[in-house]
């Protein structure tokens, strides 16, 4: 099925607010979904209403949060989150994170107890829409072991960067510091296919090939992506004082309690620095000298990041609107709130 950005939203404004969460804050999650939909981010776009509605609806979400901005120093702030809705509390995080980077040049800002909020590429984009440059982290449930080990501690600990320049391009990189994600684990199992063996480790910690013995996923790049999760968890967790590493509450583990996730955002001026138009004139020029290097072998071209997210958005308008599998389309399109398909399943929600 494909939707315009208007009738996707729409349909996930409607499920969200049928859950019970009020109508400007169904809207801003229902257009942040969208962006990652239309960016062909779907594992973070309406794939997750279900479980947001079943979560909303079963109290896990705080629907009339009292959100507080605790302003801790001349540049560093805590966004209390309640935990109301991740994505209202990150959008609102960043506008006061934006507003505190345009005055003092520099703006770090902890958001405290709040639930899952998505791509947070769209975080650090806005800043970078606003001429500012921006670096997230974000917490998430632990399915990652550490390298060497045998048991999961760490998240899929997402970070994201986004910087403007003199044209209309923005960066906007924004990864996961696992190798891969759990769903598609779940994807190979369901096909009777075997995962390469750099993806995911059984119980004993061993590269494991056969997706029924998976037992945690693995960090991008070894020890490194090891110190990247780690990086994540203390600027997103320890540094905020809420649950870290292993003690992070389980995406799909009583729906009815809050998850008191942390995310942090670091935001600074470029006219602080180098000067903003030298900055963003420095960043085409820089885009442009790794656009027209010479591809290698089996590349079309060297892409910047998030370029690929926006040709994904361009393209899907130019064919007819975002493709949206039938399943989820029926789900938004029905009367249904939710099936009950999500509370205390295990940590991976098979
Ligand atoms: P990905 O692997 O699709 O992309 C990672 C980055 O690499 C992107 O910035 C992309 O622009 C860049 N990239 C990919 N191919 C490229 C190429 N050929 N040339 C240049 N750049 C390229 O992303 P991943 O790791 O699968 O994450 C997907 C989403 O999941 C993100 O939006 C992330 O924020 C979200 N996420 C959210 C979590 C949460 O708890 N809130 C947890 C984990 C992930």
């Known amino acids: 099925m494909k939707l315009s950005h208007d009738e996707l939203k729409g349909l996930m404004k409607n499920k969200l607010m049928r859950a019970g969460l ?3 804050h169904a809207d801003m999650t229902a257009e942040i979904l969208t962006w990652s939909d239309e960016r062909g981010y779907h594992s973070h776009g309406a794939v997750r209403v279900e479980y947001y509605s079943e979560r909303i609806a079963k109290g896990g979400i705080t629907v009339d949060p009292k959100f507080e901005w605790k302003e801790t120093g001349p540049c560093s702030a805590i966004f209390e989150g309640d935990n109301g809705c991740g994505y209202v ?3 609102l995080a960043m506008e006061k994170a934006i507003d505190m980077a345009k005055n003092t040049g520099i703006a770090v800002v902890g958001i405290r107890n709040i639930s899952h909020s998505g791509s947070i590429g769209y975080y650090t984009e806005m800043a970078a829409k606003k001429d500012l440059v921006a670096i997230a982290f974000c917490q998430s449930d632990p399915m990652a072991v550490p390298f060497g080990g045998t048991e999961p501690y760490y998240g899929t600990n997402p970070i994201s960067f986004a910087a403007p ?3 209309d391009r923005t960066v906007v990189f924004d990864m996961a510091t696992t190798v891969q994600a759990w769903g598609k684990i779940l994807d190979k199992r369901s096909r009777n296919e075997d995962i390469p063996d750099t993806w995911a480790v059984d119980e004993k910690g061993q590269p494991v090939t056969d997706p029924s013995l998976v037992n945690a996923l ?3 790049a070894g020890a490194k992506g090891y110190g990247l999760m780690m990086l994540v968890d203390i600027f997103a967790g320890i540094l905020l004082g809420v649950p870290f590493g292993k003690h992070v509450s389980s995406m799909y583990h009583d729906l009815s309690k809050g998850r008191d996730l942390g995310q942090m955002y670091i935001v ?6 180098a000067g903003l138009d030298e900055f963003k004139k420095s960043m085409s020029q820089s885009l442009d000298e790794l656009g027209d290097m010479p591809a290698a072998e089996g590349f079309g071209k060297v892409y910047y990041p998030g370029e690929r997210a926006v040709m994904r958005c361009d393209k899907a308008y130019a064919t007819g609107g975002i493709e949206i599998v039938d399943e989820i389309y029926n789900y938004l399109a029905s009367d249904d709130i ?3 398909r999500y509370d205390n399943k295990n940590r991976f929600a098979e």
């Not at 600074?268 to 620095?273: A, L, Q």
């Open 22 to 24: 009020k109508e400007d």
């Open 89 to 91: 509390a990150s959008t």
């Open 165 to 167: 320049t003199a044209d």
């Open 218 to 220: 693995v960090p991008i």
């Open 268 to 273: 600074m001026d470029p006219s602080r620095f």
């Open 338 to 340: 939710h099936y009950d």
